[in-house]
């Protein structure tokens, strides 16, 4: 049984609370601003860089050498956590977002303005795999520093709603993504084939400004300023990896079901309904976009409920919800119904990956202590997401196999399943022993009661 830590009681002023909801604000547009750099390429490469990039070969193959740049982003995600991790534990969070941000924001308008394979031949998807990776470092430092930025700034009792809305941001720069290719698709094709595709890329960078803009005016978190001065004396990548490399697992294998699930939906199910069943480009995008949504809309509400029931419960439920009824969707898609796609979408996203998407940041945050949480949450996020990042790829070579479309969602699921026990034995098993007895007070660092309710 865990045994309750607490904080001082703390007044929650007018002052902390506008603090409060300006970093959510940050964390939320910083996010949107990543993701929609993120999904944008992934929408490109699921379909025009196998068209574009990638020539002389079957559409097949072309389209399995465009997942593949896709999924290699996902491979240097990793990196990037532990390198912005370093630098947000040991200079402030603020710093590292500040970078990433730009990072991610530069190579993407760089992709907008490629040469393609008909202009420089094999040149054109080595730059593209080059910027690639750049976007994979940039985003690996990323989302451990959005969720820390709106955790640390919130009040006790209220971690799970205002964390909630970093990871909204993901949802809703798929949302802003997804509807600005749609929109490019109503293009004639030639056109679109041509120049139309760059559109989404190079509107990366007025959006990067004003996401700049934002972040330039948060102040560091009270957590992370308590903690400054230790902080600077060690090396936060080895207290991370030595002290919880239990806990970074148990985060990794909660947060590859999820990752695996959600580009299964978004990505590889929008080729396959387009190429496979038939069905309408632009209105499956639509379709994406609209049941993307509901994820941000019902973020703060599975959020705010974690606030009064407790996080891992929750965690492990959405993840058997999202396992489950991907395989409900997958059998919707194949029917080509489009009303009976959409509403098994919509639970899917709604009432599984909404469910875990919204309480993780807080159920990240109170697993590690201050001093590595940008770190050792950062590696376990990113190293789910290798396992999210290659999915798509996997699903096309899997598509041919004896059992079909069907081995997908299953493996899906079993992943999940294996996620939802992560939740109970690795990560809040490991709850008890995180909070660091020299940082009091420290906001976002309290624990859970034997309940796993948060404690207010």
């Not at 970093?166 to 720069?173: I, L, M, N, R, W």
């Not at 159920?363 to 190293?383: D, K, N």
Request: glycine share 10%.
């Amino acid at each position: 049984m865990e045994s309750p830590i607490a904080d001082p009681p703390r007044v929650e002023s007018a002052s902390s609370r506008r603090t409060s909801r300006r970093a959510a604000l940050a964390a939320f547009l910083g996010t949107v601003i990543e993701f929609y750099d993120l999904v944008i390429y992934g929408t490109a490469a699921a379909l025009v860089f196998g068209d574009v990039f990638f020539r002389d070969v079957s559409a097949q193959v072309a389209l399995i050498m465009s997942f593949a740049t896709f999924a290699t982003g996902y491979l240097v995600r990793p990196i990037g956590g532990l390198i912005f991790g370093y630098i947000g534990d040991s200079f402030g969070r603020r710093s590292a977002l500040m970078i990433t941000i730009a990072m991610m924001g530069g190579a993407t308008v760089l992709i907008g303005v490629l040469p393609t394979y008909a202009t420089v031949g094999a040149l054109a998807p080595i730059m593209l795999l080059v910027l690639r990776l750049v976007q994979g470092i940039a985003i690996g430092g990323e989302q451990g520093g959005a969720v820390l930025i709106a955790v640390e700034h919130a009040p006790p009792n209220k971690r799970g709603f205002y964390g909630s809305f970093s990871t909204a941001g993901a949802q809703g720069g798929t949302v802003l993504a997804t509807a600005v290719f749609a929109l490019v698709t109503l293009m004639p094709e030639d056109a679109l084939m041509t120049w139309g595709w760059r559109v989404p890329f190079l509107l990366s960078a007025a959006i990067v400004v004003v996401g700049l803009i934002i972040r330039n005016g948060i102040e560091e978190t009270p957590d992370f300023k308590h903690v400054a001065d230790s902080a600077k004396t060690r090396n936060p990548v080895r207290q991370a990896l030595v002290r919880y490399p239990k806990t970074i697992l148990g985060i990794t294998l909660v947060m590859g079901g999820v990752f695996a699930c959600w580009y299964i939906l978004t990505v590889y199910s929008l080729s396959y309904a387009v190429k496979t069943v038939g069905i309408d480009r632009t209105t499956m995008l639509w379709l994406i976009t609209a049941a993307t949504l509901l994820v941000v809309v019902m973020n703060p509400v599975w959020g705010a409920l974690s606030d009064r029931i407790g996080r891992t419960k929750l965690v492990a439920g959405g993840l058997v919800i999202e396992g489950v009824m991907l395989i409900v969707y997958f059998g919707a898609l194949t029917t080509g119904n489009l009303a009976l796609i959409f509403v098994t979408m919509i639970v899917t996203t709604g009432c599984g990956h909404a469910m875990i998407n919204g309480v993780f940041p807080a159920f990240v945050a109170e697993s590690l202590p201050a001093e590595v949480r940008y770190t050792a949450g950062s590696f376990g996020i990113q190293l789910a997401g290798v396992l999210g990042g290659f999915a798509p790829l996997v699903a096309v070579a899997l598509q041919g196999s004896s059992w079909g479309v069907w081995s997908i969602p299953g493996i899906c699921l079993v992943i999940c399943l294996v996620g939802a026990v992560s939740a109970y034995t690795l990560v809040r098993g490991a709850r008890s022993a995180t909070a660091p007895s020299h940082v009091e007070p420290a906001p976002a660092s309290q624990l859970v009661d034997s309940d796993d309710k948060a404690i207010s």
